[in-house]
Nanobody, 117 residues
Framework: QVQLVESGGGLVQPGGSLRLSCAVS????????MSWHRQAPGKERELVAF????????NYADSVKGRFTISRDNAKNTVYLQMNSLKPEDTAVYYC??????????WGKGTLVTVSS
């Protein structure tokens, strides 16, 4: 059974930091690229960060470059998103996604991040 379980969301003040985790099971994690997406209220889901299966390449949305860092631990079947210098506009539900070269994709259920004073 495929599972992607996000954790680490919560309420944080502007300028603060959070670290999201996504623990996966049910498929060969090391063969999948991973990404984080987010969806703010009333907006479409958007790609935030991406990392290749081996971790050698990462990409970020312009809005988070220099503030967010995606990483993965293939031994722990976990992908992370370190979020620093958080802004109110980062408030959203954050989703973990796994994608294979064959077009197979899996989604987690999301974790809520609220940036507010």
């Amino acid at each position: 059974q495929v599972q992607l379980v996000e954790s680490g969301g919560g309420l944080v003040q502007p300028g603060g930091s959070l670290r999201l985790s996504c623990a996966v099971s049910g498929f060969t994690f090391s063969r999948y690229s991973m990404s984080w997406h987010r969806q703010a209220p009333g907006k479409e889901r958007e790609l935030v960060a991406f990392i290749t299966s081996g971790g050698g390449t990462t990409n970020y949305a312009d809005s988070v470059k220099g503030r967010f860092t995606i990483s993965r631990d293939n031994a722990k079947n976990t992908v992370y998103l370190q979020m620093n210098s958080l802004k109110p506009e980062d408030t959203a539900v954050y989703y973990c996604n796994a994608g294979s070269a064959y077009g197979i994709t899996y989604w987690g259920k999301g974790t809520l991040v609220t940036v507010s004073s």
